[in-house]
């Protein structure tokens, strides 16, 4: 069966610093991935979306970057960290009919 | 493009009352539809969806939604709230035969009070 990891599950990083997160995916090849962030009564916004290594579509303009250096690996990051991007940020994979399936996310918090 | 709209952000039942969490979607096409559902801190977890068929389905922890094309609706009823439902509860709509995107709505807070 397939299931999706993320880490780390809490980040506590200063204004300024990098951020890294990474999402692996196990039980399928070739997956179309995806970056949400959840932020209070907001819903979950979508930020990156790959169908496949090298491929990255940005739904929104903002202080954050995505990658697919492999197949089933997902990158969000960051060179320096802002205020607003502190959330809960959620990896994504969708399968048949796009249903999606989530890791259990990281809460990021910005000091 | 597709939307989605939750009625309501935060539902109060009591336990053993009906639950109704509504959703409204606009779609150009045949839409698939989704309900999922979030613990604190954690990821979603798919409770119930319509691709095609019958339009009333049934999902897990004794949740159904009805697609109902004509209101462009995909409300989610429990006829018994249990504690345990207590969650957030979130609607999503995307374009059959479309896998690009999945789009959510901004959620519903259900507490139950004893």
């Known amino acids: 069966s397939q299931t999706i990891h993320q880490w780390p599950a809490t980040l506590v990083q200063p204004v300024g610093s990098p951020l890294s997160l990474e999402c692996t995916v196990e039980g399928t090849s070739n997956p179309n991935l995806y970056w949400y962030r959840q932020a209070a009564g907001r819903g979950l916004q979508l930020l990156f979306y790959s169908v496949g290594i090298g491929q990255i579509s940005s739904e929104v303009p903002q202080n954050l970057s995505a990658s697919r250096p492999q197949d089933r690996q997902f990158i969000l990051s960051s060179k320096k960290l802002l205020l607003s991007d502190s959330g809960f940020y959620l990896c994504?994979?969708?399968?048949?009919?796009?249903?999606?399936?989530f890791g259990q996310g990281t809460r990021l918090t910005v000091v | 493009a597709q939307s989605v709209t939750q009625l309501g952000s935060h539902v109060s039942v009591s336990e053993g009352a009906l639950v109704l969490l509504r959703c409204n979607y606009s779609s150009s096409v045949p839409p698939y539809l989704f309900w999922y559902v979030q613990y604190p801190n954690q990821g979603l977890q798919l409770l119930l969806k319509?691709?095609?068929?019958?339009?009333l389905v049934k999902g897990i922890n004794g949740f159904e939604a009805e697609f109902k094309k004509s209101e462009t609706s995909f409300h989610l009823t429990k006829p018994s709230a249990h504690m345990s439902d207590a969650a957030e509860y979130f609607c999503?709509?995307?374009?059959?035969?479309?896998?690009?995107?999945?789009?959510f709505g901004t959620g519903t807070r259900l507490q139950v009070f004893p």
């Open positions: 319509y691709t095609t068929g019958a339009t």
């Open positions: 999503a709509v995307s374009e059959a035969g479309n896998t690009d995107k999945l789009i």
């Open positions: 994504a994979w969708i399968g048949d009919y796009t249903e999606a399936f």
